[in-house]
């Protein structure tokens, strides 16, 4: 009945491992023990296959009395060697003996990460891809698909993201941070224990364990992060209104204390700051007129200078109870604050105002003469603070192990402006008075735009943008106040019932969960513009009163010379004294107002049963059951009514104005121009405020449900002690985005764009009767694990993906103006309708390869080094209905078909050298871009180009108190780099958008006591 295994790695004890012996210890049994084995010759009951079993069980073997011949391990020449934690052997060890396919990975695997976004980490796992915002990783996502779809949990239980404000489902990780994390799993495919939304994929996050450590442990680090630009300690100009260092300080540390054999108890405290120069270049090429979109010319230039401060602050603790022999308590709480203030400032070149000029090329365009020259300034301050705690509980009753636990999970986000003594924006333009227009032409135009622009006047004469001259027009000033918060909270139950009688391990177990999430946001914003005739009776000097004073002789980047920008702050303080200059846009601010309050509420309720068995002397082990999950929503947004200005009589017709249309017949399409108004509207234009206010002062509410059935399977074959193959399928679920639960209609006709180009008129329309889109998962792995620690895996997995949610954006018609209750007068205004919808289905094949290896068994020349490599490569293709010309039907908006990772570390004696590189492949970013659109309609779609990072660690060891490390971030200046096509765009022309950072480095000390 015995049968011999050789196990030839470092073997480490979990903490569940402590748990599932319970009170058959001889006091509890201590996780952070390791296990090695000099002859690594375990003989083991058949029953027990599982090297957490067969560890347990070893450890029990002289308080087992009762135990018969057959049931006992036999351990040759066992030793137990008392040392820390081995955390990369356990996270292997955990993969290893996970129930689904799965990575996981220590949070130390890749070295320190700079300001400590767990984003940074988690871009080198194998099928993670990583969005950006500026330099800063915001999200993530598994096997390519959106990050919508990528749940993120702490211990198992979902967190709180307010999104930067948006209605968005993504987990944004400005707000959380790596120094409150001892390991990640990702996991491919969910077992019925597990939320069934992780259609990629589910990011975990597992706090650290105070049984980490055989004693009390402090880990600390102290450092200081440099842009590679600034590495100046003292002061220097910007980024706001005031000198700053740019050299910024960072400290964590983590306090470890196992203070008896039954309680536990961890303190995790960050704080990071960091500037973040930023440069930007925006080319937009246009396709109208007498141009095409195989011949566009450059029509708008932009140089962007973006700095911006960062600060990083968060805190954990964690306490681990056994109250009893067989049940332990956890209990923690984790703080993370996060802010950020960006000073945008802009210059902008347009060659002419509509037709294309006469002589371009793709090296030069030369304008019309009626050309424009624009300063823009956006100046914000982010803020947020989320909030996470739960408590758990579990016991181990004999042949019974139940576990449950409560959570909550708070974020919230805020932008602010003018209470910071500037406005979010101020625009300064020249070229709109009348007939002032300038002369621009772009030269030797590259990938960085052109290598010249000259700019004249009307005349001919000179003229320098980079100065501040009177011509320079002050145009609009803006504030966007925003605010978001998220609440998520609930619980879930396990129950698992241990069979005895079978010929391998075997349970049942079964479970529910309930979760609820509740969305408030509101955003706001107020515009203001000179009032024309009092501003130009006496204008103000631009340099002396908007000049700033502060940020001077400062490059906006890409050999640019410097600027003499504008100044929100003085913008703001020549608007206080000067109020009645300014005309309040007070229809513009009510329907963005009520357009941008949205209450979503989220309850999602499931059960599940499934159970685990073992075939072939429990080599191979199978895991099945079902989930069901219900989904009830709730939504709240503005009721838009264009129609609630017009009389209707007793039966609900329109009155006619018209003497000559009879009453009865006015609600005939073709007459409605004749509708007559209330009293209190009559003679109003259509964007006066009281109508405005009477259009979008409604508000509608909508609930819906949705619900079904989740089965999964998986098969884990040990082919050999060290090889192990997995087979699985599971039904997974992706839910619509926030912003469609509520139900709401937007008009957006505001003329340009942030980046510059022509709008094309929209109308948004949310759509509350989506339901989530389903997914079929197909997974088979090979996995290998290597005798000296490493691991080798291999897998392909295919996805089909039914009801896929897109955009829309046809012309709107009489029917569908109708449809969703909109004036047909915008249907004769060429008025595109934007909708969100089920629209078709997806396929997704892929594959994937990892490695993690060291070289030890190599020569002495080699073998101090370690590598790992992954891969994730994917082919999409379906009908989901997405509209654009020549879009590819192998691109879809949000997925990422190809991410590399891949490094190297050197490690001898006391001097440790990492060197990691980060591909991510080419991106959809979305379909449909209304800038610009050409003459036929026809729309632009937009990626994100690929991009290869590399970071770097070095670290020199004096002792274990005291070492000296170098972090770099990016090290090569890599670019961020947008493009904006269609299917027939030549080459030249395809880059919109190109962001630099420069590197950032970090240097410090560090170490443990």
Known sequence: MNQKFTYKHSAVVLPEMQEAAGDNLPGPLNPTTSTAMNRKSLVYNRFETSLRAALAAALLLPFAASAQD????????????????????????????????????????????????????????????VDFVSADIRSVSVRGLPSANTPVTVDGNRMASAASSSSSRTFEFEQVSLNNVARIEVTKVPTPAMEADSLGGQVNMISRNAFEAEKARLNYRVSVNAPHDHLKLGRSPGPGDFPTRKVRPAYDFNFLHPVNDNFGYVINYLSSEAFTPQSYVIKQWDARGGSTAEDPY???????????????????????????????VSLSGQVNDYSTTFFNREIRWETN???????YSPDFTIGDGSGRFRHQLNTREKTGRTYHADIGVKHFLNEWEIDYDAYYSRSTNEYKDLENGYFERAQFRTGDRTPFGLGVEFRDIGPDGPGQVVTTGPEGEPFDPFTLGNNNDLEIVRSR????????????????????????????????????????????????????????????????TFGDTHYVNQSPGFGWPAVEWPSTYRTYEYFQANPTLFNFQEANAIRYAAENRIIVEETVKAAYLMGSTGFIDNRL?????????????????????????????????FVSDNPLIPDEDVQEPSRMNFRQRHPEFVGLSTNHASIITAQYGGRQQQRGSYDDFYPSLHFTYEATPNLQVRLAYARTLGRPDINDLAPATRFENDGEADEGGVSRPTIYIANPDLVAYTGDNFDLSVEYYLDTGGVLSAGVFYKEIKGFIDVEMPLLTNELADLYGIDRVYVAEGWLLQRTANVGDVTIKGFELSMVQDLTFAPESIGNFSVFANATILTTSGDYGATGAGLVSSYIPGFVKETYNWGVTYDKGPLDIRLKWNYRGKQMRDTGDVRGALDDGTL????????????????????????????????????????????????????ERREKFGPLWSLGVKGQF
């Open 70 to 129: 057959e049931d006992v391990f036999i351990l040759e020449d066992y030793v137990v060697e008392g040392r820390e934690f081995d955390a990369m052997a356990a996270a292997i060890l955990a993969q290893r003996d996970a129930d689904s396919i799965r990575t996981v990975v220590d949070a130390g695997a890749f070295g320190d990460v700079t300001e400590g976004n767990v984003g940074e980490f988690l871009k080198f796992l194998p099928g993670v891809s």
């Open 621 to 653: 082990r199978v895991l099945g059951g079902v989930r069901f999950e219900r989904t009830e929503t709730f939504g709240e947004g503005y009721l838009y009514d264009a129609n609630v200005i017009y009389v209707r009589d007793a039966q609900g017709r």
């Open 481 to 544: 106040p925003e605010f978001a918060r998220d609440e998520i909270y609930g619980g879930k139950f396990n129950i698992r019932r241990n069979l005895s009688g079978f010929a391998a391990p075997t349970y049942v177990q079964a479970g529910g969960l309930y979760r609820r999430q509740e969305r408030n946001i509101q955003r706001e914003e107020y515009n203001w513009r000179p009032t024309t005739a009092a501003y130009r009776a006496n204008p103000p000097d631009i340099r002396s």
């Open 940 to 991: 632009w779609n937009r990626f994100y180009d690929s991009r290869l990072t590399t970071d770097l660690n070095i670290e020199y060891r004096f002792n274990r108190h005291l070492r000296l490390f170098l972090n770099g971030r990016n090290i090569f200046d890599e670019p961020v780099d947008q493009l904006r096509v269609t299917a027939v765009t030549p080459d030249h022309a395809q880059l």
């Open 353 to 359: 105002l509509a037709e294309p000029p006469g002589t």
């Open 298 to 328: 450059l029509r708008f230039f932009n140089v962007r200078d973006g700095p911006k401060l960062s600060f990083r602050e968060s805190g954990s603790v964690k306490f681990d109870f056994r109250i009893t022999p067989k049940t332990i």
